[in-house]
């Protein structure tokens, strides 16, 4: 797996394409809290056929080192930093749920350096249940279980829910509890409007993490997007539906960015 240091941190990724060129076009995928590129399984062989894709740990994350972060802006200033670092030119960005909130960071931010972008079951602003973060702290095991149910439809096999419960345990309780009360912090609500690149809203129509109207608030405040809802798939929406959620990327790649 190659690496690049960003100042201490060394950070791990995955990098496709072996005929790599600026026209072939780089699509930069972020996971969301406690994953990490293995959230992008279903993606990496499709879109390596025809795109140079790159999948990233975040700090902490995965086979990432460092630690994780407590505030989105810090997550977005390693992203643009890694994305200097590997010299990727106009990228697409594509964010799911915290990954979304660092996409929406980057594109108010730095516009100018980014092609467009895709913002998968996420929103303006990302509260978190009490709950959650309490239950993280005192029972780690048992409230990774919860979140990870409700990350799925009901649809989705047992098999498919277990092996992402199995991948979010593998987080450390710390940095877990970090990206959650990062996106509890997160507030863009009245600044989301400010993006002006192409972007592709994608949702699961089933997703109770981030629900729908989430998405829909996006759609309406960003007037250059486009909303996909995905039937049968909640909040994992690229691994319980990959092949409608990778035909609706390459079609939106292929099209109004290309």
């Known amino acids: 797996m190659p690496t690049c240091r960003l100042g201490e941190k060394r950070i791990s ?9 600026e026209k072939r076009g780089s699509i930069l995928f972020i996971h969301g809290a406690g994953g990490g590129q293995l959230s992008w399984s279903f993606q990496k062989g499709f879109f390596e056929k025809d795109f140079n894709p790159v999948f ?5 994350h995965g086979e990432s080192g460092g630690e994780g972060e407590e505030e989105i802006g810090r997550y977005a200033h390693h992203v643009h930093s890694f994305l200097i670092s590997l010299g990727l030119q106009k990228p697409i960005l594509v964010g799911h749920s915290m990954g979304g909130a660092i996409v929406q960071t980057l594109a108010i931010a730095h516009p100018e350096e980014i092609k467009g972008i895709v913002l998968v079951g ?3 602003r990302l509260r978190v249940l009490p709950a959650v973060l309490d239950g993280i702290k005192k029972d780690f095991e048992e409230t990774v ?15 498919l829910i277990e092996g992402g419960i199995e991948h979010l345990m593998r987080c450390r309780p710390e940095v877990l509890y970090g990206d959650f009360l990062a996106c509890d912090r997160f507030d863009l609500l009245k600044r989301v409007k400010e993006i002006d690149l192409p972007t592709l809203i994608l949702c699961g129509e ?18 250059s997007s486009k909303l996909e809802m995905l039937p049968n798939a909640g909040h994992m929406v690229m691994m319980e539906s990959p ?5 609706k990327l390459r079609d939106f790649i292929s099209g109004p960015v290309s």
């Open 13 to 21: 990724y995955w990098a496709g394409g072996e005929k790599a060129s």
């Open 145 to 159: 279980k919860k979140v990870g149910r409700f990350a799925y439809s009901q649809k989705a096999s047992p098999e």
């Open 122 to 124: 996420t929103g303006a």
């Open 56 to 60: 990233i740990d975040l700090p902490g």
């Open 206 to 223: 089933e997703d109770e993490l981030t629900p729908p109207s989430y998405s829909e608030f996006l759609h309406h405040q960003i007037q």
């Open 243 to 247: 092949e409608g959620f990778n035909r």
